[in-house]
């Protein structure tokens, strides 16, 4: 079975995708805190 260009595309454009929501989710949490708490709460 070949691998499809597009499929490659589309996986490469989700994971992407993913990487960036988490990143958003990330500063939005590392918002709701206070700054002594910041990094602990972005890595978890």
């Known amino acids: 079975m070949p691998i ?3 499929d ?3 996986i490469l ?3 992407a995708l993913v990487m960036l929501k988490t990143l958003g989710l990330a ?3 590392g ?3 206070r ?4 990094l ?3 890595m978890a």
Do not use: E, Q
């Not at 700054?35 to 910041?38: A, D």
């Open 27 to 29: 500063m939005f949490y």
């Open 31 to 33: 918002g709701m805190v």
């Open 4 to 6: 499809s260009r597009g």
């Open 35 to 38: 700054r002594k708490n910041l």
């Open 40 to 42: 602990s709460t972005i």
């Open 8 to 10: 490659t595309a589309w």
């Open 13 to 15: 454009m989700s994971t």
